[in-house]
């Protein structure tokens, strides 16, 4: 979409929009709203504060229809003395006044007149209401544009300049540049006239169906306020949406530096600079995300540039008006949580809603995709926890359920995954008909640990489990490559008693993570402030507390590696096995209401894992150790690390020289004074998941690339001030 030129918008206004207002339904429309102005205009202030004329002013449809706000009434509103005259006050209050100053006074009235009306005569923000009323106040410098989607986009048409406030603030620049192009608007007649133009330009020239979109709204000839949508049918949704950390801040700057075109290298150094808890394979998926997902900068040539909507949220002032409709039309699962929401309101916690929209896809396997969605509809102010007493339930925020009004009506009849169409697009599993998760789950027990290649004996992993069930808390630590990871969401399936990741939960601790990430904090709300929000730990207390008797775990991975007495707080005390009661409740750092206290229930387990080889690391606190049990995790290189590399068709001769050379090595690292035993290689790095080929040969080069590529860059690490002793090591692995 390119800036119109005068001339391009002079020969519009003559041309098709001259044919376009001639239209029957155009001319009843226009007569309409230029009587509305007229009543408005001659009223004097007894007529004006009657109760049918306040009624009136508040309902009358003849500037635009209002889509999904007919039901946003304010009856209250219309006996309200005060109010009206305040507003009556207000209708001159822009004579005189530069056009640059009357987007202020707009703003200034709309806020106040909302602030007012709301929640004291309605439950929602009769917002679209209150812009038809200002339209026929000032007729002159609003336009029949009803939304904040809209706004940005007509802006850019007519190249004019962003004004300081919300989208109402805008309405006067607008206006100013329609007038200064097709001419005087003393009339009433063009006043009308000028304002349906704004709407005549973003139906014609600004709104656009995405590529393969399905026709799902009636042609809207009249300006409302339904928000525009455009929905792609379900197969070709995004199947799921990561949602990182400052997400809307990283695709801003991606637009942005996309703006003058950039390569790919480029644009993932963008990615890395601005997010830098990412690496260069979770940068190619904030590209796809971009792209497909929300149609944000599109490939041109070698170079990535902006889309029209890329634009447009540059442009705005509030980028999430901008990011709904993609969300809601291009991301399967978005317009299924707000039907979900709306259906349980104040009832759903968000691990529930992320558990129903897994059980919508055939091949999600757990509920993180759900989780990411979830957590866009938050960042983007279509759905918000409820802040009562006992909160932490979702609700439909204002946005969310005027996007809930624009699906159609058949809308979860449409738009599924089948098992066939899940299968391609996903995984490959497929199931004959949906299910829930928990009849996706089966049985498991220490004898699957055991069975799955693990390499300790079934009494070691029984003592684990039964450490963790005794002690609630368990840190697995040990060199790298001991398979901590792998055996801790084990030894949790295993408590489970099931392999359900519903009641597994995997987290990763790292030096940027805080309280505020992982417990409670404050987030914007998409609407321009910011509102409590749980952390992961939270949703998984609400969900073991939700399910007394099944137990729950929570994976950390690398718990040392951030700071955990920082980031649990005062949960750091909770805990701990004898504290697991009501009776040991305490208020949070950030609590939603004065008495909430809050316990860790009894069926909570934590499992983390620790590598003591990490040098930048800080020793972990004594508090923390006194309210985990510790288990140490050593190389495994003895019978059963034999056999299951024997079974994948290892020689027994390599296999021989594989362990004579680990253990050889790691007698070295153990005795030398500057590492330790816990620098140890673990069996991990020379243990494959499938076999390397089927001859000897195989096996030969690829433990010959791993020495080269995975062992050998940790050994030169290890004595990085003795680059000899690394050498000679390297060289004694070699066969």
């Not at 063009?190 to 009636?218: C, H, K, M, Y």
């Not at 490559?481 to 009641?503: C, E, V």
């Not at 024997?646 to 680990?662: I, S, Y």
């Amino acid at each position: 979409m390119q800036v119109l030129t005068s001339r391009d918008l002079s020969e519009l206004y003559d041309g098709p929009f001259k044919d376009y207002r001639e239209e029957a339904w155009a001319i009843d429309w226009r007569r309409s709203y230029a009587d509305q102005i007229r009543r408005v205009r001659a009223a004097d202030r007894p007529t004006w504060c009657a109760p049918a004329f306040q009624q009136m002013l508040w309902d009358t449809a003849a500037v635009s229809r209002i889509g999904p706000g007919q039901s946003v009434t304010v009856v209250g509103a219309y006996t309200d003395r005060e109010l009206a005259d305040r507003l009556f006050d207000a209708r001159d209050m822009l004579e005189s006044v530069p056009v640059e100053a009357r987007g202020a006074k707009l703003q200034a009235l709309y806020d106040e007149v909302l602030e007012w009306v709301y929640p004291l005569y309605t439950p929602r923000r009769p917002k679209a209401r209150l812009v038809r009323l200002l339209a026929a106040m000032f007729p002159r410098d609003m336009t029949c544009l009803m939304d904040a989607a809209r706004v940005p986009g007509v802006q850019r048409l007519l190249g004019t300049s962003r004004a300081p406030g919300d989208f109402v603030a805008q309405h006067p620049m607008l206006r100013s540049r329609i007038r200064e192009i097709v001419g005087s608007d003393d009339s009433v007649e063009a006043q009308v006239d000028q304002s349906i133009f704004a709407w005549f330009l973003w139906q014609t020239q600004v709104d656009r169906q995405d590529e393969g979109a399905v026709p799902v709204q009636p042609l809207n000839r009249e300006a409302n306020a339904l928000p525009p949508l455009s929905l792609l049918p379900a197969h070709a949704q995004r199947r799921s949406l990561a949602c990182v950390r400052d997400n809307i801040g990283l695709l801003m700057a991606m637009v942005r530096e996309a703006e003058q075109g950039i390569t790919r290298e480029d644009l993932v150094g963008v990615i890395l600079t601005e997010a830098t808890q990412l690496n260069a394979s979770s940068a190619a998926n904030i590209i796809s995300q971009a792209m497909g997902g929300l149609g944000l900068i599109r490939l041109d040539g070698n170079a990535y540039r902006p889309t029209e909507r890329g634009q447009e949220l540059l442009n705005a002032g509030d980028p999430a008006p901008v990011l709904r409709a993609p969300l809601v039309g291009r991301v399967f699962g978005m317009g299924h949580l707000l039907l979900m929401i709306n259906r349980e309101s104040a009832k759903l916690r968000p691990t529930d809603a992320a558990r129903k929209l897994q059980d919508l896809v055939p091949t999600w396997t757990s509920t993180l995709p759900g989780s990411h969605i979830l957590a866009w509809a938050r960042l983007t102010g279509l759905v918000q926890l409820d802040e009562s007493p006992g909160g932490g339930r979702l609700v439909l925020t204002d946005e969310g359920a005027d996007y809930l009004a624009a699906l159609p009506e058949d809308f979860e009849d449409r738009w599924r995954i089948e098992p066939a169409a899940g299968a391609d697009l996903d995984d490959g599993a497929a199931r004959t008909e949906p299910s829930s998760s928990r009849d996706r789950v089966s049985a498991y027990s220490v004898a699957d640990i055991v069975a799955e290649g693990c390499f300790l004996s079934e009494s070691e992993v029984e003592a684990a489990v039964g450490l963790v069930r005794r002690k609630k808390n368990l840190i697995l630590q040990g060199p790298p490559g001991t398979g901590k990871t792998w055996l801790a969401k084990r030894i949790g399936y295993a408590l489970i008693g099931a392999s359900d990741p519903d009641r597994l939960m995997a987290v990763q601790f790292q030096p940027s993570l805080s309280y505020e990430d992982f417990v409670r904090g404050w987030r914007p709300d998409g609407q321009g402030g910011l509102a409590l929000a749980d952390g992961a730990f939270l949703d998984a207390v609400a969900a073991a507390r939700d399910d007394p008797k099944r137990p729950f775990v929570i994976v950390i991975e690398e718990i040392n590696r951030g700071n955990p007495a920082q980031i649990l707080g005062e949960l750091l005390t909770l805990i701990e096995d004898t504290k697991r009661s009501p009776q040991e409740a305490l208020r949070l750092a950030y609590p939603r209401t004065l008495d909430e206290r809050i316990h860790i229930p009894e069926n909570l387990y934590l499992i983390g894992t620790m590598n003591l080889a990490d040098r930048s690391l800080a020793l972990v606190d004594l508090a923390l150790r006194r309210r985990f049990a510790f288990l140490t995790l050593r190389p495994q290189l003895g019978p059963a690390w034999r056999s299951w590399c024997g079974e994948q068709g290892a020689p027994p001769e390599f296999l021989d020289g594989v362990a004579n050379r680990l253990l050889a090595l790691n007698r070295t690292i153990e005795e030398d004074r500057t590492l330790g035993s816990q620098f140890q290689i673990g069996h991990s790095f020379v243990t494959p998941m499938t076999a390397p080929g089927p001859s000897a040969q195989a096996w030969h080069d690829w433990y010959r690339t791993l020495v080269e590529t995975e062992i050998g860059p940790l050994l030169f690490e290890y004595w990085y001030d003795d680059i000899a002793q690394a050498e000679a090591q390297v060289a004694n692995l070699q066969f």
